[in-house]
């Protein structure tokens, strides 16, 4: 079974999305004063990302819990654009075009305010 150049080409570009993102979020981790390295490291970089916010770091048990996940996602959007200077729409960019919004947020001007859920 020859899958092709195609998948190949596929592969090429979810990493080249993958390796942007991540350089998204290390830019966000260094904006609030943390670790640029702690957004490659699985289950870890959430953990920062909770700090980021406010949140306690038992939340990360909270993603696990289906529908649960999608409400606790909006809220540490929400968090997370109150803890850069931003309000409900930012964070409803962030949880619906968070492949446009986060970058905006990484590559802007805004700047960490403190964790805004503290």
Do not use: C, T
């Amino acid at each position: 079974m020859d899958r092709g150049d195609g998948s190949f080409f596929g592969l090429i570009v979810q990493l080249a999305v993958l390796a942007f993102f991540l350089w998204v979020f290390w830019r966000i981790f260094e904006k609030a004063g943390k670790p640029g390295w702690a957004a490659i490291i699985p289950i870890y970089n959430v953990v920062v990302l909770l700090e980021i916010v406010g949140r306690p770091w038992w939340w990360i048990f909270l993603f696990l819990i289906p529908l649960v996940n999608i409400v606790i996602g909006f809220l540490v959007a929400l968090d997370l654009s109150r803890s850069f200077g931003h309000d409900l729409a930012f964070a409803l960019g962030l949880f619906f075009l968070g492949f446009i919004f986060y970058p905006v947020l990484a590559f802007g001007r805004d700047a960490y305010r403190g964790p805004a859920a503290a």
